[in-house]
């Protein structure tokens, strides 16, 4: 079992950065980890997404160029650093795991996901 916690959200201005980080309480290294957001009233939508090892990443659109998503295996530890935050981008982000099935995996789709943290509330004022 993967107990996941995020922290490092908070409130910043328009063109400010936060990095997020997600601890695992087990290891991870097999493991395909992605960052997912929820803003008020609409659906949680994939933000980012890693394969075990870290050479493979996926980033949607909206955060193409701005976010960076990284791993740590040795500390069991997923990363997001955000710069030029948008207001746009204030949701509650949510770090998830779930089994690699090969060097390839990095999957969007929620449904894969079998482990979630609680979220931590990321706020960008204009």
């Known amino acids: 079992q993967v107990q996941l916690v995020e922290s490092g959200g908070g409130l910043v201005q328009a063109g400010g950065s936060l990095r997020l980080s997600c601890a695992a309480s087990?290891?991870?290294?097999?493991?395909?980890m992605g960052w997912f957001r929820q803003a008020p009233g609409k659906e949680r939508e994939i933000v980012a997404a890693?394969?075990?090892?870290?050479?493979?990443?996926y980033y949607a659109d909206s955060v193409e160029g701005r976010f960076t998503c990284s791993r740590d295996n040795a500390k069991n530890t997923m990363y997001l650093q955000m710069n030029s935050l948008k207001p746009e981008d204030t949701a509650v982000y949510y770090c998830?795991?779930?089994?690699?099935?090969?060097?390839?995996?990095?999957?969007?789709?929620?449904?894969?996901?079998?482990?979630w943290g609680q979220g931590t509330q990321v706020t960008v004022s204009s």
């Open positions: 087990g290891r991870t290294s097999s493991y395909t």
């Open positions: 998830a795991a779930h089994r690699s099935s090969g060097y390839y995996d990095t999957s969007t789709s929620q449904e894969q996901y079998d482990y």
């Open positions: 890693i394969n075990w090892s870290g050479g493979r990443k």
